[in-house]
């Protein structure tokens, strides 16, 4: 390479790899293929194939071609080079295949012409170099920079959004000039992409905005000198938010905003505006014009009180721009309400002072500030004093003696309020002595919460300005950083923070100055939260679903009266008290919290632990079954509910009367309702109760106290205690089991026996008999007809005995009618057996000689039927069956048939009973009943001797019955009676037993 101030000389060598295709030569692109059409044969050839050179600057990132077309030979010669800079070649070979990667690049050189040493040469070789007389000094020739603009850039760039800005600029200057670009003072280092060599300048901005329009300078400094210039770039893009958005005026209904053109068009004219709104509930904007042409809007038809969002749109020929929003909701408003208690709070020759407080009401929006004006006396004109943010102000310049009035407005965005005037004034130096206004403190009483903090103010009215001094009680306040007082130019301030119940009471403020002095009182009453209910809980109640429970009132109501107390319960297992339903089974505490209008107190102290179960119902009351000197055995009943759970033991206690107290008297839980209270006190008296437990742990109230019990060796008489329901007849059902039961008491303790028709009962499989000390149980099982009757249970011991009459029935069907004869064509007769259930008829059947068929006749619920309908002479089979609420019995037949003729039948005594007893005293009634066709003639016999009638003896009969009656019957009544009947068909005798008679006592042991 050889190089000089204008240009340089490059020389390189072919590839090594040439692809297969040479670097220079000729290629043919086409042969025409009709020869017709074309009368000469012609080769299209294209150079196709050679070298391309390329250069740039040392700085720079650009490379240029030094020339058009390819070379064919490997040499070029590169001109346009400027003195003095530094560039960079390289060489690029080109085949048909299409252009290769370049080489690498050259070494920087410098455009200079090279200085140096001269030497001769000759075919011997080069000689040596001539001698410099005089040396050179090449000094660096300094010009001013300089750019040229093309006329493009000097006119405005226009762009469109979303391309990049490209400005290149070429410059030069001796030395190399510094360059900076700059938009509005601005370095574009961070937004433009810039690049500078010794011969240009280029700034770029990819995916350029709106926001890169604008005017960019450019500046080119040396040692030389300095030159700016600036090239305008205009971005078409929709345009920017409308700016000084606000509202400019508020009402209730209504809201007008206002706002000024964008600052940025977007390089296109503003056409219109889109106006939206939303509520400030909601997310979605709603579009109200979307071609609006002024810079004002008034929303309309808006919700009183209801807050809203705005956002105005501007739109070009490019569309439409960012909105502009407003950052805060809005609220339908109106102007405030007056400020209240104007107050003149000094007078002096020439001015007066103001103070007020604000408004009430601020009409839903910020109060920005107050208007104040001032009228004359005899005037009607209201003149502007001043306008302020401030709650006081001294209006000046006055004429003294005049009579003013003063007045002042709210203002907020939606205007003025109302006036509030003051009283008039007159212009003087004035003196007045001290007083307080007490209108803003109802009743001189202060009502406060305990930890609140109160201000308490009062103005203070008086000229010269009194001193004011405070007390509590009796005593000088004494301020701390809790308590403490100030002055403010027009009142007097009490300050307590975080208020005690102790801070309550009388506090009097006194003002003084050169005319009197005044005091007065105030009273501050402070609501705290009540302390905590006093315990214990008590349990009243216990079920498995609700809990009755009390406790008294705190011993501190915090002053306020207490409004109501909150329960709460936890699972003994957690840690949370809560209050929600009942869970069946699960242990729980309780407390409770106190509630004034102060709050809540603190919890009382948790309850015993208890089990949510329904109330295990007390044992009954304890009888002594046996006492002796250093023993009482106790006996009691179970609980009549047990809570829903067995019961499993039972605990007794004893206590000694008259002052004793209730200690328990057994170590081991008691299976039994019986137990023996053992390490008694001989000649002491005692009494003794019973608790219970189920399974889940739930107790019972205690019994009621046995009888006073004085321990020593004592004979009691048998005595039977035997349930109620025992005192009529047990009633069951055949197969069915049943249980006779009694406690026993009595001093020793009695022997049991169990007797049935006289005889002793043993305990055998089916008959089981039970006895304990005071208690024995019979139990039959699988009851049978014969089963029922009387059971006796007899208790003895030395003092005596006593007997119980167990009667059972037991319900089985009935058997089939006995003894069935016809008189007079008729059945009679009942059951020898009922079945345990009373006969609610009787089904009567017939059947005929020659036939073999059973025909029903009728139902009838008397033991007597007539069959009508049969002939004469014939032969009859009858049969009947009884029923009762079991079914229908087996039928009992005729022994053998009967004719349908008139009968004669001897008589037949029908006896339900043979022997009567009766009281002394009593009426004696033997009713017996016969049956005989033709009647019978009744004759009736005492001991063998014919019964004489009397008064108090007399007998009855008739074709059915016997009827003996004895008024008053008496011991001379026992005996046996006979009766006999007689007809022509026969006769018949029977006998009646009067065993004996009973006394009638008073009372009767049950």
């Known amino acids: 390479m050889s190089i000089r ?3 340089a000389i490059l020389t390189w060598a072919d590839p090594k790899d040439t692809g297969g295709s040479p670097i220079t030569g000729n290629r043919v692109l086409s042969r025409p293929r009709c020869q017709a059409a074309i009368c000469t044969a012609t080769l299209m050839v294209c150079l196709c194939a050679g070298y391309h050179v390329e250069f740039k600057e040392r700085n720079s990132l650009m490379w240029k071609r030094a020339s058009k077309t390819p070379l064919r030979l490997k040499e070029c010669r590169v001109t346009g080079l400027i003195e003095g800079l530094e560039y960079e070649f390289r060489v690029m070979a080109m085949n048909m295949a299409g252009l290769g990667k370049a080489s690498r690049a050259t070494e920087a050189v410098v455009a200079l012409d090279p200085i140096g040493e001269v030497r001769a040469v000759n075919s011997e070789g080069v000689g040596e170099p001539a001698e410099v007389e005089k040396v050179t000094e090449l000094v660096d020739q300094e010009s001013v920079p300089d750019f040229e603009l093309d006329a493009e850039l000097r006119k405005s760039l226009v762009v469109r959004a979303r391309t990049s800005i490209r400005i290149f600029v070429p410059i030069r200057g001796r030395p190399v000039p510094d360059v900076t670009w700059s938009k509005d003072d601005v370095n574009l280092k961070t937004r433009a992409h810039i690049d500078t060599t010794e011969s240009y300048t280029l700034l770029v901005i990819p995916d350029c905005t709106r926001y890169d329009a604008g005017k960019y300078n450019l500046c080119l400094e040396n040692v030389a000198g300095k030159k700016t210039g600036f090239v305008n770039v205009k971005v078409l893009d929709t345009p920017g938010p409308p700016v000084n958005l606000k509202p400019r005026e508020i009402t209730k209904t209504s809201i007008t905003l206002q706002w000024e053109i964008p600052i940025i068009d977007g390089g296109s004219k503003i056409h219109n505006y889109i106006i939206e709104k939303r509520e400030a509930t909601k997310k979605a904007y709603t579009v109200l014009n979307t071609a609006w042409q002024k810079c004002s809007f008034k929303f309309t038809d808006l919700e009183e009180g209801a807050y809203y969002y705005f956002r105005i749109s501007a739109e070009n020929d490019l569309g439409v721009g960012e909105p502009a929003e407003t950052p805060e909701p809005i609220r339908a408003s109106q102007a405030p309400s007056p400020p209240e208690n104007l ?3 000094d007078v002096t020759a020439d001015s007066a002072s ?8 601020d009409g839903g929006s910020l109060i920005t500030g107050y208007v104040i004006e001032a009228q004359k006396k005899d005037t009607e004109h209201w003149f502007h004093v001043a306008a302020i943010k401030a709650l006081d102000f001294t209006v000046t310049n006055l004429i003294e003696g005049e009579e003013y009035t003063f007045r002042i407005m709210a203002v907020n965005a939606s205007g003025r309020s109302d006036p509030r005037e003051s009283r008039p004034a007159i212009i003087k130096e004035q003196t007045s002595g001290p007083s307080f206004d007490f209108r803003g403190i109802y009743q001189k009483t202060v009502i406060a919460k305990a930890g609140d903090r109160v201000k308490i103010e009062i103005p203070v009215l008086g000229k010269p300005r009194p001193v004011v001094s405070w007390k509590k009680g009796d005593a000088v306040l004494k301020e701390t950083q809790r308590i403490n007082t100030e002055t403010t130019a027009t009142s007097t301030v009490l300050n307590i923070s975080e208020i005690k119940r102790t801070d309550g009471g009388q506090y009097s403020v006194t003002g003084k100055n050169m005319l009197g002095t005044v005091t007065d009182t105030i009273t501050v009453l402070v609501h705290d939260i009540p302390g905590p209910p006093t315990g214990p809980i008590k349990m009243d109640e216990v079920s498995s679903d609700y809990i009755l429970m009390s406790w008294e009132a705190p011993e501190n109501d915090g002053g306020v009266p207490i409004n109501n107390y909150i329960v709460e319960m936890r699972e003994t297992t957690g840690n949370i008290f809560k209050s929600t339903g009942l869970v069946d089974g699960i242990e729980y505490e309780h407390r409770v919290i106190a509630e004034n209008l102060a709050g809540l107190s603190k919890p009382s102290k948790p309850s015993d632990p208890l089990y949510a179960l329904d109330p295990v119902d007390p044992p009954g009351r304890p009888l002594a079954l046996n006492i002796t000197r250093h023993e009482v055995t106790v006996s009691w009943t179970k609980p009549e509910a047990d809570g829903g759970f067995s019961i499993t033991g039972y605990t007794v206690e004893r206590r000694e009367l008259p002052n004793g107290r209730w200690l328990k008297a057994n170590f081991n839980n008691i299976l039994e309702t019986v137990y023996t209270v053992s390490g008694l006190i001989e000649d002491t008296v005692y009494e003794f109760r019973v608790f219970a437990r189920n399974s889940a742990g739930a107790v019972s109230a205690p019994s009621q106290p046995s009888e006073a019990i004085t321990c020593r060796d004592d004979i009691e008489e048998p005595r039977l205690n035997v349930d109620s329901i025992y005192s009529s007849n047990v009633v069951v059902k055949a197969g069915e089991v049943f249980t006779l039961e009694a406690d026993v008491t009595g001093r020793p303790i009695p022997s049991l026996v169990w007797t049935k028709d006289g005889k002793e009962l043993e305990d055998t499989g089916k ?10 149980a019979l139990i039959n099982k699988d009851s049978l007809r014969r089963d029922g009757g009387t059971f006796t249970l007899t208790a003895s011991n030395p003092g005596g005995y006593a007997k119980f009459a167990f009667n059972v029935k037991v319900l089985d069907r009935p058997g089939p009618p006995d003894s069935l004869i016809v008189t007079d064509i008729a059945a009679e007769k009942c059951p020898d057996h009922d079945g345990g259930s009373r006969i609610t008829g009787y089904i009567v059947e017939m059947q005929g000689s020659e036939s073999e068929k059973w025909t029903q006749v009728m139902v009838v619920k008397t033991n007597e039927v007539v069959v009508t309908g049969l002939t004469q002479g014939e032969e009859y089979m009858f049969r009947i ?23 004669v039948i001897a008589p037949m005594f029908k006896l339900a009973f043979s022997t009567f007893s009766v009281l002394a005293g009593d009426d004696l009634k033997i009713d017996v009943a016969y049956a005989a066709c033709p009647k019978a003639t009744a004759t009736w016999f005492k001991d063998g001797v014919t019964l004489k009638e009397t008064t108090r003896v007399n007998t009855v009969s008739n074709d ?3 009827l003996l009656v004895i008024k008053e019957a008496c011991r001379d009544d026992v005996g046996t009676y006979s009766i006999k009947l007689v007809n022509p068909a026969g006769e018949a005798t029977t006998d009646i037993n009067v065993v004996y008679i009973v006394e009638k006592r008073e009372s009767t042991r049950k």
């Not at 103001?354 to 009401?361: D, F, N, R, V």
């Open 354 to 361: 103001l103070a007020w407080t604000k408004p009430l009401h």
């Open 343 to 345: 107050y003149i709070t």
């Open 881 to 903: 069956s009884a029923t009762n609420e079991k079914g229908v019995s087996d039928p009992r037949a005729l022994s053998m048939p009967v004719v349908a003729k008139d009968l």
């Open 960 to 962: 059915k019955n016997l």
């Open 5 to 7: 101030h204008e240009s």
């Open 767 to 776: 008959l089981e008999i039970k006895v304990s000390a005071f208690h024995t």
